[in-house]
């Protein structure tokens, strides 16, 4: 029996808002090519535990490893590369098209002098394809709902 390392790793993960204890002792894995489901009533923490796996905040304690390397040491271009979250309550131009919402997600791989390619194209029509989405790429992102 083969075993792979998980593609995200988190290990005793506590985040307070002040006094509010949000997560306490998160403990995760999620191997690559799994889907996860984080289910929760209202203000249960699901947001955050997003927010923490995504470096957009800082939990108080524990680890969140990608590919066995610790979020915190990796720069933030590296990250990006390799994670995107777009939370529900993002602010993006109602007028904009959800396919140029996802290209969005390209933009690290760029530098001063690569360009948009092919590789661009096929990565989101990919991850459209891979999320579901892609009937919704001609849509504009305000005529969708936020769930």
């Known amino acids: 029996m083969t075993t792979t390392m998980p593609m995200v790793s988190v290990r005793g993960v506590h985040k307070f808002f002040g006094d509010l204890h949000v997560l306490r002792g998160i403990d995760l894995d999620i191997a690559s090519g799994e889907v996860c489901v984080i289910l929760g009533p209202s203000g249960s923490g699901k947001s955050t535990l997003l927010r923490c796996l995504a470096r957009v905040l800082g939990a ?68 459209m394809r891979d999320a579901g989405v892609s009937a919704l790429a001609g849509r504009r992102v305000g005529e969708l709902s936020g769930g």
């Open 60 to 127: 108080r304690s524990g680890v969140v490893e990608l590919d066995g390397v610790e979020l915190g040491t990796m720069n933030q271009k590296a990250l990006a590369r390799r994670l995107g979250l777009l939370a529900q309550s993002s602010v993006a131009p109602g007028d904009m098209l959800v396919e140029d919402l996802v290209a969005r997600g390209r933009y690290p791989h760029h530098g001063l002098v690569r360009q948009w390619s092919a590789v661009d194209d096929e990565a989101v029509a990919g991850a």
